[in-house]
């Protein structure tokens, strides 16, 4: 609910007006505007009266939001959220933020030297799998916290900010250490209990949208988290599941806007899971800077031919770092610049 209050009213009238709301167990999120104060009320609000409300002097006007997200709503942040990852700022109009690294960490030299080629190919984050969930139980799962360290002796060397998947509350002190900003897979955007931990994190997360969620789903994915205390939520769409087989998931570019337009959120895309494949890696993330994303976080691997997990859909340093040169004029277009 969006209780709309006049400008004149009294400071003194608004904390009465606050504290009634909190009073009935409901959070109250204040919007200062050059004409209205706004009140956002998160709670359940279905015994409120609006007739009880508008009979203040003070209220201009008292509307019921019909989403069922409601931190993650641009309507009670009509500003668009800056999430800061070891400041680095993603989202509003910040630079566009490229992330680089590998699937998997296979170790301390082979990620900090690609840690090294993505920096000096003009990424600002380094991405790496530790703890890596596999279809198959069979398949190299990660070398786990071994892998964690790893990435920790690559940033000591370069710098670079460490992105990497959280899939177990178990880690959670672990990921809270060591990694900048935390990645939730697409197999766990629905793990609730994870969620709400995320929530007493002081790291930032990155929220990948599931393989066959909805806007909505994913929205509200994010809106546990938030619920839960962490405000600083970054979405990440990373393809969904539909009929098509010839790329590995279905890139919707369309949810892009969409985004901008439903919540405040900062939205990158991940071209790799998207495509499956590095020969479409580049014109995909072109097509989403185009689209007004707010990153990328791409795999790159030296030796893809030989990498442990993933390797078709990494690019090589060199690709990657041609990908960043071409990337800086679309930019450009739509009124942003590559960090």
């Given at each position: 609910?969006?209780?709309?209050?006049?400008?004149e009213?009294?400071?003194?009238?608004?904390?009465?007006?606050?504290?009634?709301?909190?009073?009935?167990?409901?959070?109250?999120?204040?919007?200062?505007?050059?004409?209205?104060?706004?009140?956002?009320?998160?709670?359940?609000?279905?015994?409120?009266?609006?007739?009880?409300?508008?009979?203040?002097?003070?209220?201009?006007?008292?509307?019921?939001?019909?989403?069922?997200?409601?931190?993650?709503?641009?309507?009670?942040?009509?500003?668009?959220?800056?999430?800061?990852?070891?400041?680095?700022?993603?989202?509003?109009?910040?630079?566009i933020?490229?992330?680089?690294?590998?699937?998997?960490?296979?170790?301390?030299?082979q990620?900090?030297?690609?840690?090294?080629?993505?920096?000096?190919?003009?990424?600002?984050?380094?991405?790496?799998?530790?703890?890596?969930?596999?279809?198959?139980?069979?398949?190299?799962?990660?070398?786990?916290?071994?892998?964690?360290?790893?990435?920790?002796?690559?940033?000591?060397k370069?710098?670079?900010?460490?992105?990497?998947?959280?899939?177990?509350?178990?880690?959670?002190d672990?990921?809270?250490?060591?990694?900048?900003?935390?990645?939730?897979?697409?197999?766990?955007?629905?793990?609730?209990?994870?969620?709400?931990?995320?929530?007493?994190?002081?790291?930032?997360?990155?929220?990948?949208?599931?393989?066959?969620?909805?806007?909505?789903?994913?929205?509200?994915?994010?809106?546990?988290?938030?619920?839960?205390?962490?405000?600083?939520?970054?979405?990440?769409?990373?393809?969904?599941?539909?009929?098509?087989?010839?790329?590995?998931?279905?890139?919707?570019?369309?949810?892009?806007?969409?985004?901008?337009?439903?919540?405040?959120?900062?939205?990158?895309?991940?071209?790799?899971?998207?495509?499956?494949?590095?020969?479409y890696?580049?014109?995909?993330?072109?097509?989403?800077?185009?689209?007004?994303?707010?990153?990328?976080?791409?795999?790159?691997?030296?030796?893809?031919?030989?990498?442990?997990?993933d390797?078709?859909?990494?690019?090589k340093?060199?690709?990657?770092?041609?990908?960043?040169?071409?990337?800086?004029?679309?930019?450009?277009?739509?009124?942003r610049?590559?960090?």
């Amino acid at each position: 609910m969006i209780i709309t209050l006049k400008k004149e009213a009294p400071e003194k009238e608004v904390e009465k007006i606050r504290k009634n709301f909190e009073d009935k167990g409901l959070r109250v999120n204040m919007i200062l505007g050059e004409e209205f104060n706004v009140f956002g009320l998160v709670g359940d609000t279905a015994h409120l009266d609006d007739r009880a409300i508008m009979a203040n002097e003070w209220v201009e006007n008292v509307q019921r939001v019909s989403a069922p997200y409601k931190l993650a709503n641009r309507m009670f942040h009509p500003e668009d959220s800056v999430v800061d990852v070891a400041g680095i700022p993603v989202g509003g109009k910040s630079p566009i933020v490229i992330i680089g690294g590998p699937c998997s960490v296979e170790s301390e030299e082979q990620v900090t030297r690609i840690a090294e080629e993505v920096k000096d190919a003009g990424g600002c984050m380094l991405r790496g799998g530790a703890y890596k969930p596999r279809t198959s139980p069979y398949a190299f799962q990660g070398l786990g916290y071994e892998g964690i360290l790893d990435m920790v002796a690559a940033r000591k060397k370069t710098g670079l900010p460490i992105v990497s998947e959280l899939m177990s509350i178990d880690k959670l002190d672990e990921f809270e250490e060591n990694v900048d900003l935390v990645q939730i897979g697409a197999r766990n955007m629905q793990n609730y209990d994870l969620l709400k931990a995320c929530g007493k994190l002081s790291k930032p997360v990155l929220l990948k949208r599931g393989m066959s969620a909805t806007i909505e789903e994913w929205i509200m994915s994010a809106e546990y988290i938030m619920a839960s205390g962490n405000p600083n939520v970054i979405l990440c769409e990373r393809g969904i599941r539909t009929f098509e087989k010839y790329t590995r998931n279905t890139l919707d570019l369309a949810v892009v806007p969409i985004i901008k337009e439903k919540t405040h959120l900062p939205i990158i895309i991940d071209p790799s899971h998207a495509t499956g494949d590095w020969k479409y890696v580049e014109a995909v993330s072109l097509a989403a800077i185009a689209a007004g994303c707010d990153g990328l976080i791409v795999e790159v691997h030296d030796h893809p031919e030989s990498a442990w997990s993933d390797g078709a859909q990494s690019l090589k340093p060199l690709k990657f770092k041609h990908l960043v040169d071409r990337a800086r004029p679309i930019a450009e277009a739509v009124e942003r610049s590559v960090r």
